[in-house]
């Protein structure tokens, strides 16, 4: 049936909440009612009729034609008319003769949005829609059906939305634009969101920990932190993730894959968030400010760990003997001194340390950089703390006293280990006997002992030790030195421990006791041998 194009506005109506009076002339008007004519004679005067719109109308589409039961005098008859397909509106009458029109379903499929009702059903995934075409569309996915395709890059999408949307990354289109700081999207979607950062707006809670989110993909990512769901895993290293983006950004390792360059020195990222952190080294700029003193940081991570400084927390604790650190790299440090770990090597003389700066300093040593050097002993030394330290040698002087039983130390490292006795403590553990050691250096003497190390050789004889000290006194032997001379007779020995029991000749001092018969002997060997005649008493 031939009809006239129908002229819509619906945002006038929306705007102004007026009753629009449309009219339409049907030029077959008399061939629609012919047969009712046949019948019945009817009131000339119904040649229009209104449409009352309540709410708004979204969108129109083109007219189409529909059955309709009207009710003339008292029978009700069917004719078809021409009327406009309105999508999501809230209520249209058809005021002839007070006829309701059966477009009121769109009203039912409405309403399902304030009730929730879903009665389309997803038969793979069990997923509900309100509406039929939305369970069309989302079916596309489990089939892989992609209709719309991109004419530059090929890529398809299942949906004409996604795709214009795609087509923007292209014309470079951004049509939505923030009206707080005039940032501009390509989608409306994204300004919705972006707005959020200006309101604080964050509509999205976790119900186990009661944490906000801007996004819903940002709270669903979040919930596998508690359920410890992971569905993005790694085909390389079989590593696994709960956000296909950090799988992503994962891959970049495999691949060696840096997309991000920096416009000043070309120097690249494989993440965009260290390209910014980056150029904060080319800028100066400094966000990150304390409160307490005004020191800036680069990044929010420095600013973490400086305010300990103030607030005194320290939150790394060590295993071993509950020592607490402000920094992870510190504790890292610090169990070197559990494990003895050395692992700074000298290329030159393969010596080993445990400290990055003792290992510079050593290195000075080979390039003969010795600038400070004793005014008494001409001994040179490559820091200026280590010849302070060794003034002490020539003054006597011990800064550092022990407060249980007041013995001064030249070096505080010495006290430290000093102090052990008092506490009894012995962080220094063998791992293969379990025996402990107050000092890390009685951890490595000890270990040789395991291993048969005996690193110190005699020049002389060729006769090894496991200590340098031990060296030192065998090398006495060769020399004829005998350092230690008693105060009383002037006779000298090559070992402190041979003077001692010397001194005891002139003491009368005899520490050595048998339990048996109560007789008291100066030197241990004396005893030893005493002990034998009571295991060898013969009873006839």
């Known amino acids: 049936m031939a009809m006239n194009e129908v002229s819509y506005d619906p ?3 929306l705007q ?3 009753v629009v009076n449309i009219e339409r002339k049907v030029k077959h008007e008399n061939e629609m009612y012919e047969e009712i004519l046949h019948t019945r004679e009817i009131d000339n005067s119904v040649k229009k009729y209104e449409i009352i719109k309540e709410e708004k109308h979204k969108t129109e589409e083109p007219m189409q034609i529909q059955d309709v039961d009207m009710e003339i005098g008292e029978e009700k ?3 078809e008319e021409p009327l406009v397909e309105i999508k999501e509106f ?14 009121n379903n769109d009203l039912k499929i409405h309403m399902r949005t304030h009730t929730g009702e879903k009665t389309y059903q997803c038969s793979i995934c069990d997923k509900a829609y309100s509406q039929k075409d939305n369970l069309i569309l989302h079916q596309q996915q489990h089939t892989g059906e992609r209709s719309y395709q991109c004419s530059q890059c090929n890529k398809a999408f299942s949906q004409s ?5 795609h087509q923007r990354i292209h014309n470079g289109e951004k049509p939505y634009q923030c009206s707080q700081c005039d940032k501009d999207f390509s989608h409306s ?3 919705k969101i972006h707005m959020r950062n200006h309101y604080g707006e964050k509509p999205y809670q976790c119900s186990q920990c009661n944490k906000t989110f801007k996004e819903k993909r940002s709270l669903i990512t979040h919930h596998r932190v508690h359920n ?3 569905p993005y895993q790694c085909s390389q290293c079989d590593q696994a993730f709960s956000c296909s983006n950090y799988l992503k950004i994962h891959m970049r390792k495999h691949t060696g894959e840096k997309p991000f360059q920096c416009s000043q020195c070309a120097k690249s990222f494989s993440q965009s968030s260290y390209l910014k952190i980056h150029m904060r080294i080319h800028t100066g700029e400094k966000p990150y400010q304390c409160s307490q003193c005004d020191k800036a940081f680069s990044r929010s991570n420095y600013l973490k760990i400086h305010m300990r400084n103030h607030t005194g927390e320290k939150p790394y604790q060590c295993s071993v003997c509950d020592k607490s650190f402000s920094h992870t790299c510190y504790l890292k440090i610090h169990m070197r001194i559990h494990t003895c770990e050395k692992s700074y090597k000298c290329s030159q003389c393969n010596k080993t340390f445990t400290y990055k700066s003792n290992f510079l300093t050593h290195q000075r040593t080979h390039a003969g950089g010795k600038p400070y050097q004793c005014s008494i002993c001409v001994k040179a030394f490559t820091q200026i703390n280590n010849l302070q330290i060794h003034m002490r040698t020539h003054t006597g002087e011990k800064p550092y006293h022990c407060s249980q039983c007041n013995e001064a130390f030249s070096v505080k490292s010495s006290l430290i280990c000093h102090q052990r006795i008092h506490t009894g403590e012995r962080p220094y553990q063998c791992s293969q006997c379990y025996k402990a050691f107050s000092d890390c250096s009685n951890l490595k003497i000890h270990m040789r002992k395991h291993t048969g190390e005996k690193p110190y050789q005699c020049s002389q004889c060729n006769k090894a030790f496991s200590v340098s000290h031990s060296l030192k006194i065998h090398m006495r032997i060769h020399t004829g030195e005998k350092p230690y001379q008693c105060s009383q007779c002037n006779k000298s020995f090559s070992h402190k421990y041979y003077l001692k029991i010397h001194m005891r000749i002139h003491t009368g001092e005899k520490s050595y006791k048998c339990s048996q018969c109560n007789k008291t002997f100066a030197q241990r060997g004396n005893l030893i041998t005493h002990q034998r005649t009571h295991a060898e008493k013969k009873p006839y």
Request: with cysteine.
């Open 161 to 165: 939305c996604n795709l214009i949307s």
């Open 90 to 103: 809230h209520h249209v009458k058809h005021q002839i003769r007070h006829i309701e029109c059966s477009l």
């Open 228 to 230: 410890g769901e992971k």
């Open 189 to 191: 979607s994204h300004l």
């Open 16 to 18: 102004k909440s007026m």
């Open 11 to 13: 945002f006038s109506v």
């Open 77 to 79: 008859v069917k004719y």
